[in-house]
């Protein structure tokens, strides 16, 4: 994989300054994402539409779509001169990213609960979203990063990891009572409630937010930040439209719910 790597880029820098530029791009999708998402619902679950092509069975798609990030991060780790891994606060910080895609990729596919089909665009876009951010965020952490010994003490990145912490566990926990609101063969939707759908309608998406942007509070990078600010802009955007959803469905919809915030919005 090194071989492949020097292929790619003259040198160290080079690929330092791609990595770079990755994650300013990154940022500026999210910005051309947000105003493309004014007018148009990310089309998967249910607003999926046959528009966006042909409809890819969803544990598939999930599973296909989401293993480059955890299987790329995992080669470069594994299979190049990776610098920093030997680093105590780059470990600790791929050890998030991959706790995370390993629950992603490994076991919330195969426990969804009669998901609509993926149509064929989303399921593309997101497959070549994860080889983006895999790669980005761990070859700069596992060969780049540079955090000073202290690191691991430093508030920023303690407050970090217990809010990546607490948002993982609630984006587990969110998805967990999600998939319980179907009986094995159902497909259809019910008011979901426990755990923080007691106070917003998009409970996994706010713990999936509050995720990565704990771990970019800890890995204090534009890499991290990009993607923090990317998965912000999507899933603000999702739970906004599925508590409309909702409040449009079911006439006994709780009233003092929001839709991401407690209590705000
Ligand atoms: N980092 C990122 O940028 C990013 C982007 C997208 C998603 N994600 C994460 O991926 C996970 C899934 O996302 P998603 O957008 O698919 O979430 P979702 O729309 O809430 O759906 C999650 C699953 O629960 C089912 N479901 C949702 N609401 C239900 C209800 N009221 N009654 C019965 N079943 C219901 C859905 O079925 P249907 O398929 O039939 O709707 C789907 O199988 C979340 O944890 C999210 O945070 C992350």
């Excluded at 966006?52 to 299979?79: D, H, T």
């Excluded at 969804?112 to 952490?141: D, E, H, W």
């Excluded at 007691?198 to 993607?227: D, P, R």
């Excluded at 999507?234 to 449009?248: F, G, Q």
Aim: glycine fraction near 6%; charge should be positive; hydrophobic fraction near 50%.
């Amino acid at each position: 994989m090194d071989s492949l790597l020097s292929w790619l880029f003259s040198s160290q820098e080079d690929e330092l300054y791609i990595l770079d530029l990755m994650a300013y791009f990154m940022v500026f999708m999210a910005v051309c994402t947000f105003f493309s998402l004014l007018f148009q619902n990310v089309p998967y679950g249910r607003y999926a539409s046959s528009v966006y092509g042909f409809p890819v069975n969803v544990k598939f798609a999930w599973f296909i779509q989401e293993m480059p990030s955890l299987f790329l991060p995992l080669a470069l780790v594994l299979w190049t001169s990776s610098a920093k891994t030997s680093l105590l606060p780059n470990q600790l910080l791929i050890a998030m990213f991959l706790c995370h895609y390993f629950q992603r990729t490994l076991i919330y596919p195969f426990l969804i609960r009669g998901g609509k089909p993926t149509p064929f665009a989303s399921f593309a876009l997101a497959f070549v979203f994860c080889i983006y951010n895999g790669y980005m965020q761990i070859r700069y952490l596992s060969h780049y990063a540079e955090y000073p010994a202290y690191w691991v003490s430093h508030p920023c990145f303690i407050a970090g990891s217990c809010l990546w912490l607490v948002g993982w566990l609630m984006n587990i926990h969110s998805d967990h009572i999600l998939r319980n609101l179907r009986k094995p063969g159902e497909t259809g939707y019910k008011i979901p409630r426990g755990g923080m759908f007691q106070y917003v309608s998009g409970a996994n998406f706010l713990g999936e937010i509050t995720e990565w942007a704990g771990f970019a509070l800890a890995a204090h990078s534009i890499h991290s930040s990009a993607f923090a600010i990317f998965t912000t802009v999507v899933l603000t955007s999702r739970a906004m439209a599925h508590h409309k959803w909702y409040i449009n469905k079911f006439e006994d919809y709780p009233k003092s719910r929001k839709a991401l915030i407690p209590f705000v919005i």
